[in-house]
């Protein structure tokens, strides 16, 4: 194992040991609190609903059997506090809300009964962040000796998981769930909003789907907290407990197919990813008849629900192992990215935790796995798209690193002749454009075939590159310069003419011959001849170029080392105006 493995695989152990510790902390009970399970003093009671709710004292409680015939009845549930030693309860707290209505009562030891009620779409005050309800005791002088509560038409009783538990413990509980809970959101929705663009951007479908998968559990962590009754109260109770229902099944469908389609057809099976859609989205439509059902086991429906999900994640594992073991980048990126999803919900799957995490249940955990979920994918995806683009601009400077050397002679530096006829065509352009004159001067070195085969082409290059150094230095933004080829150079000048062009083509000459090469070809001295044809208005560079070679010709024919113009007016059309020689 590498050290990057090494050290890999310690911070996977630390997150997950930290993980582990967190659930721990979040599952154990804290103090003060006890659920009110079957093996607790909860004892029930089954009537109409036209029986009031101060017939309670009269009712007939069976204690250890199960109650039935409820769903369109009212359930009547109560539990005795002095039967529970060591239990200060101050509160109940409820988190199953499928019900028309519910009624809580308070019993004291001198006889008196307090009752506090919420319905659909109005919970009042009662409404807790973390999909509870919590009913406070009213602070009396005689002790608190019984809780009873009533329900209208409730779906399940398995799904309660009622608490007693004190008012501190409560308060604290609500801001933590509250923070968590709002963090995990927010998170949710930046990490929607942050993929979409990134699909939009990038074009890839998966980001599309993963977008969905963080607004679909956006919306679902939105309801199942209740955080929307501060703005929808008369939306409280069974309307948004379905809805919920069918926004967690959505989700794992919309999650299932952004892990899916994620994965090229080269890297998995079109059997086995066409599987694995169909029974992730098998699971989103069972939503549709879970959300809607009022009556039956809704609990032993959601126990074959919880095992179809199951083994959608082994689907969706078996996908991204396959994936994975054959690169595919994204496949590694979403198995990185599931791992704690598909871990949490196998835990509260197969585990019981439905009386911890502050009395959230499983739907805690399951928002934070989704959160980490989106982040991960979030940041896998820039670090992919970050390479993606740092490979582009690689492959963009490549190319104009390519470009400019085919524009550049690998000798001296100078542009090429390709290189040179792109920059100066615009520029004779615009002088045509303004009617100003251009001048092109070319400069041949005399007798340099003699230098490569009296010293050596090595030599010669030397030469040549001691020249061109002297020629760039009139590069700049009226004069262009550049190696057409062998020893010929060429100057282009926009808006020089006359005397000044004449001088200036003589001090080319004069600092050519200047140029000191005697530790390499001894005493013998390099000159020049240039050729330059004036043009007025400008002409394109071909008909230039022709000019400026006649005068170069010339200016060889005259005996070399000196300089002739030849000047052109009426755009080039007629012979040169006058020949102008300078000689040494």
Same mark, same amino acid.
């Given at each position: /194992? *590498? ?8 911070? @996977? ?18 103090? %003060? ?42 359930? @009547? ?6 039967? +529970? #030693? ?51 005791? #009213? ?31 409560? %308060?604290?509980?609500?801001? %933590? /769930?509250?923070? /968590? ?27 599309? =789907?993963?977008?969905? =998968? ?5 919306? @679902? ?54 599987? *694995? ?21 809704? %609990? ?43 871990? /949490? ?13 502050w009395g959230a249940g499983s739907k805690l955990p399951v928002l934070v796995a989704a959160t980490w979920q989106a982040l ?48 100066? *065509?615009?520029? +004779? ?44 230095? @009139? ?16 100057? +282009? *000048? ?43 208005p400008a002409v394109d560079f071909q008909q230039l170029y022709r000019f400026a070679d006649a005068a170069l010709y010339e ?30």
């Amino acid at each position: /194992m *590498t050290f990057a493995q090494s050290h890999s695989v310690r911070r @996977w152990g630390a997150m997950l040991f930290a993980l582990a510790c967190v659930i721990a902390a979040c599952v154990a009970r804290p103090a %003060g609190a006890m659920p009110l399970r079957d093996d607790a003093v909860f004892c029930h009671a089954e009537t109409s609903l036209s029986v009031a709710d101060g017939e309670l004292t009269s009712l007939a409680f069976s204690c250890g059997d199960e109650p039935v015939g409820y769903q369109r009845a009212s359930l @009547w549930l109560r539990a005795s506090i002095d039967r +529970l #030693p060591g239990v200060q309860a101050q509160a109940i707290a409820v988190r199953y809300t499928r019900f028309e209505r519910l009624a809580v009562a308070f019993v004291y030891a001198d006889g008196a009964v307090r009752w506090q009620r919420v319905r659909r779409g109005d919970y009042g005050a009662h409404w807790r962040v973390g999909g509870q309800l919590l009913f406070e005791a #009213p602070d009396r002088s005689a002790p608190l000796v019984a809780v009873a509560m009533r329900f209208d038409r409730l779906t399940d009783h398995s799904l309660l998981h009622p608490r007693l538990i004190s008012a501190d413990e409560a %308060g604290l509980q609500a801001a %933590g /769930m509250a923070a /968590m809970i709002g963090a995990s959101l927010t998170l949710l929705l930046v990490s929607g909003i942050y993929s979409l663009s990134l699909a939009v951007a990038a074009r890839c479908q998966y980001l599309v =789907w993963q977008a969905a =998968w963080s607004g679909v559990m956006i919306v @679902w962590g939105a309801l199942w907290s209740q955080i929307h009754l501060a703005i929808l109260p008369a939306a409280a109770g069974t309307p948004s407990a379905r809805a919920a229902t069918l926004l967690a099944c959505l989700a794992i469908a919309v999650a299932t197919a952004s892990a899916v389609t994620a994965i090229g057809r080269d890297h998995i099976s079109r059997g086995l990813q066409s599987a *694995t859609l169909v029974l992730g989205f098998g699971i989103g439509l069972a939503g549709i008849p879970l959300a809607l059902t009022q009556s039956g086991d809704l %609990g032993l429906w959601g126990q074959i629900l919880g095992v179809a999900i199951i083994v959608d994640l082994l689907a969706v594992a078996l996908c991204l192992g396959r994936g994975w073991r054959r690169g595919s980048v994204e496949a590694r990126d979403f198995a990185l990215a599931w791992g704690l999803p598909m871990a /949490m919900l196998a835990l509260v799957h197969v585990v019981d935790v439905e009386d911890g995490f502050w009395g959230a249940g499983s739907k805690l955990p399951v928002l934070v796995a989704a959160t980490w979920q989106a982040l991960w994918l979030s940041a896998a995806a820039t670090r992919r798209l970050s390479h993606l683009r740092v490979e582009r601009d690689h492959a963009r400077a490549a190319e104009a690193h390519a470009q400019a050397l085919a524009r550049r002679d690998p000798l001296t530096g100078l542009a090429n002749r390709r290189g040179f006829v792109e920059r100066v *065509t615009p520029l +004779l352009a615009e002088a045509r454009a303004g009617d100003l004159p251009a001048a092109l001067l070319l400069v041949d070195i005399d007798r340099f075939k003699s230098v490569n085969d009296g010293h050596g082409h090595e030599v010669g290059d030397e030469v040549l590159c001691r020249i061109a150094r002297r020629i760039d230095r @009139w590069e700049g933004p009226m004069c262009t310069v550049a190696r057409l080829g062998g020893e010929e150079f060429g100057l +282009l *000048t926009v808006g020089m003419e006359g005397i000044m062009l004449d001088r200036f083509a003589e001090s080319i000459r004069r600092e050519i011959a200047a140029c000191d090469h005697r530790d390499i070809i001894g005493d013998r001295r390099v000159t020049a001849s240039v050729g330059v044809a004036e043009a007025k208005p400008a002409v394109d560079f071909q008909q230039l170029y022709r000019f400026a070679d006649a005068a170069l010709y010339e200016a060889k024919r005259a005996g070399r080392d000196r300089v002739d113009v030849q000047r052109y007016g009426r755009g080039g059309n007629g012979p040169p105006d006058r020949d102008v020689a300078l000689l040494n």
